[in-house]
């Protein structure tokens, strides 16, 4: 296996300043795919001016938005400063997707601090009339960190609005129901769930303990990334509230996993990170996708080869036919 890690590029200033100039894009620009006509800007979720460039008059269906609530949790920014700057991107959000739409907002909740920013960010979303709360999903993480004096912390939450009545497809995990019983009378005949059920596997719920957590032995690993989604959690999201064709918006594209399931499963993406240095994540993450199939890097990085001369050992995908 591969070993070229990266630090977190957030903090690392010196490797920021060594990745840069292999940058495309520079603030306010936006990089269009040529394939499929995904868009990745580098510019500001709370910039009405440059989401209206990013969205080019189109509306989205569908919202999964991930923003830096580490801001918080590190003492970078005061929660109500925190809370005031997400209701700038909920407003451009709210621009940029249809009558009947959804939205997923990811979001923390540090058991040190009052929960926060959680709670806060939940009472804030109460004055955009236009969005209904729906659930509140909870993910297990497989590695949390925790304390002798109090309970692990393993789960990440995530947010579910939806905006007018948007389609939302029934979900199945791959976890196969073992579980019998709960007898209701249809059409006259007495039945047990088993019977009923449209799958042989259990549905997700809003509690979530079968998506594993990314980490540097799965092809889709993203080094330099610290706040990774899983694909498996997107891709849920994803199926559940669009529909093929349909237009999916993500404003902290970061690591660039809501653009690699987007064109996966057939949906056209408009992300945007406000760093230059994740949105060329992003657009070589999609390149990679499209010349070898492969999803991420695993223990390797997207710039191997400029910082560490690496040469390329995966054969393209137009090479194995």
């Known amino acids: 296996m591969k070993n070229y890690t990266l ?30 006509g995904h868009r990745v800007g580098c510019v500001d979720a709370t910039d009405t001016r440059q989401i209206n460039l990013l969205m080019q008059d189109q509306q989205a269906s569908l919202a999964i938005h991930d923003p830096p609530y580490n801001l918080v949790a590190f003492e970078k920014r005061s929660i109500d400063d925190f809370i005031n700057w997400c209701a700038k991107w909920i407003e451009t959000t709210n621009t940029a997707l249809c009558v009947d739409s959804s939205l997923y907002v990811w979001l923390g909740a540090d058991q040190n601090a009052a929960f926060q920013p ?29 304390t002798q004096k ?65 980490f540097y032995r799965m092809e889709e690993n ?12 997107i891709e849920r999201l994803v199926v559940a509230s669009s529909r093929e064709g349909d237009t999916v918006i993500d404003f902290f594209g970061h690591s660039g996993t809501t653009l690699i399931v987007a064109d996966l499963m057939k949906r056209k993406c408009m992300t945007c990170d406000i760093d230059p240095i994740y949105c060329e994540i ?40």
């Open 7 to 36: 630090p977190r590029l957030d903090e690392d200033e010196q490797t920021r300043q060594r990745i840069l100039p292999y940058c495309r894009l520079s603030p306010g620009e936006i990089w269009t795919d040529p394939l499929r």
């Open 118 to 146: 959680l709670p806060d960010f939940m009472l804030m979303m109460r004055g955009f009339k236009d969005f209904s709360s729906r659930s509140l999903i909870t993910m297990r993480n497989q590695r949390g960190y925790g």
């Open 150 to 214: 109090n309970w692990m912390a393993v789960r990440q939450e995530c947010l579910y609005y939806t905006k007018g009545n948007p389609p939302f497809v029934v979900q199945y995990t791959d976890i196969p129901k073992v579980l019998r019983g709960y007898y209701k009378e249809v059409n006259g005949k007495m039945t047990e769930n088993m019977e009923r059920s449209k799958s042989e596997n259990i549905r997700p719920g809003n509690v979530w303990i079968d998506v594993q957590q990314v």
């Open 222 to 233: 993203v080094n330099g990334c610290y706040a990774q989604k899983p694909m498996k959690a």
């Open 282 to 321: 992003m657009i070589r993450r999609l390149e990679r996708l499209r010349t070898y199939g492969k999803t991420g890097w695993q223990n390797g990085n997207p710039f191997e080869k400029e910082l560490y001369g690496a040469v390329e050992s995966e054969v393209p995908l137009l090479e194995l036919w």
